[in-house]
């Protein structure tokens, strides 16, 4: 036999499997029958606000409001859905706050109210400022949203929201180091968690001194927890466009080493060397510029994680400025391939190999640092 209760807890299965409009026929049906049920109108306020019908879902918090005026999951419902109903912010916070009064151990509670403040005074402050964010002011509006967050979190320590919303004031009210404690705080415990994961490893990418290949590998170790986050893969890209570009910089050192060789350039008082420069001097020669590659490139390369590494030749796929670095840099050693094994009796053509190896890098190297690949 289906009992009243039977049909909440079926249409609640539902809402969990975002079935939502299998669940509002199923309590619509049971209601009409039913008018004065309680859970079943606070299961269809729920039904509709998870599927964003917030003004339906309004209407049903109500009447279960009506049948009893302190039920929680009404009063929760209600304030939730009035801040998306015509932005009623007043009508929220009043509901909230009532809703805080009633459950004062409940930490729930504060983290919609603290949220619901914490953006309605940052709305009412643009609007009155002409769209202009004061961040001084900032900071003492978000004064009590904070305190009320804090009050979540002393409620629920264990709780991973109670300390994303007390993060998000924090971030909005410009307390870095706040913030940073909370992110840390939350990845104690949601490991995983992606969204401060990410925001660990951009402070950690960007701090001062960290290297290309130090700030590639932490935004690929957070791009394994949040695959689908975009900015992310624009960081990661970035980072690895500026490994390719430093590999510019191995090329450049290889032709001057081959113009050294053949000393290209005649300095006034000094005697050149005599050309063509012998076998063995030629081949002694490719042994600098391996060494160069190997453990300038090479081994730096095989030490990055393994996405990074699958992310150097994606970005090469994907991206223009990286084969333009990539060609840049195989154009270069070939010119100094040229200038050093080739045996010139004359210094004429080494010299306009010279520049055409350094040149083309040089005329784009300071262009495109803010060039994402």
């Not at 983290?111 to 769209?131: F, P, S, Y």
């Not at 191995?250 to 300095?267: K, N, P, S, W, Y």
């Not at 050093?340 to 040149?359: C, D, H, K, M, N």
Request: proline share 4%.
């Amino acid at each position: 036999m289906t009992t009243v209760d039977t049909v909440v807890e079926r249409a609640h299965a539902l809402i969990d499997l975002k079935r939502y409009d299998e669940a509002a026929a199923l309590l619509g049906q049971h209601l009409a029958g039913q008018p004065d049920h309680l859970r079943g109108w606070t299961a269809l306020a729920r039904c509709h606000f998870n599927a964003r019908r917030y003004k339906e879902a309004l209407d049903a918090a109500d009447t279960a409001l009506r049948l009893d005026p302190e039920n929680r999951q009404a009063l929760m419902l209600r304030g939730r859905s009035l801040r998306h109903v015509g932005g009623r912010f007043e009508e929220a916070e009043e509901t909230l706050r009532a809703l805080v009064r009633l459950s004062p151990d409940d930490w729930y509670g504060y983290t919609i109210l603290a949220d619901l403040l914490c953006r309605m005074r940052l709305v009412r402050h643009g609007q009155a400022n002409g769209g202009r964010i004061d961040p001084a002011a900032v900071k003492d509006l978000l004064r009590e949203p904070a305190d009320i967050a804090g009050e979540a979190i002393r409620l629920a320590p264990e709780e991973v929201h109670a300390y994303e919303v007390a993060w998000m004031i924090a971030d909005l009210a410009g307390e870095r180091a706040v913030a940073d404690t909370l992110d840390r705080s939350i990845l104690r415990l949601a490991p995983d968690h992606p969204e401060a994961l990410a925001r660990q490893a951009k402070r950690a990418a960007q701090a001062p001194g960290v290297k290309p290949a130090r700030a590639a590998d932490l935004y690929a170790e957070a791009l394994a927890a949040a695959p689908d986050d975009a900015g992310l893969r624009r960081d990661l890209d970035r980072a690895t466009y500026r490994l390719l570009r430093g590999v510019r910089w191995l090329a450049l050192i290889c032709v001057a080493a081959a113009g050294v060789m053949l000393d290209l350039f005649a300095v006034e008082g000094e005697e050149q060397r005599e050309l063509p420069v012998s076998l063995g001097q030629r081949l002694w020669a490719l042994v600098p510029m391996a060494a160069l590659w190997a453990f300038g490139a090479w081994r730096r390369y095989r030490r990055l994680r393994t996405g990074v590494r699958l992310n150097v030749w994606s970005l090469v796929r994907r991206g223009r400025w990286a084969r333009v670095v990539l060609a840049q840099a195989a154009w270069a050693v070939l010119c100094a391939l040229l200038i050093s094994q080739v045996p010139w009796s004359e210094r004429t053509v080494p010299q306009v190999l010279f520049w055409a190896g350094i040149a083309p890098t040089l005329a784009t190297v300071w262009f495109d640092r803010r060039k994402s690949g």
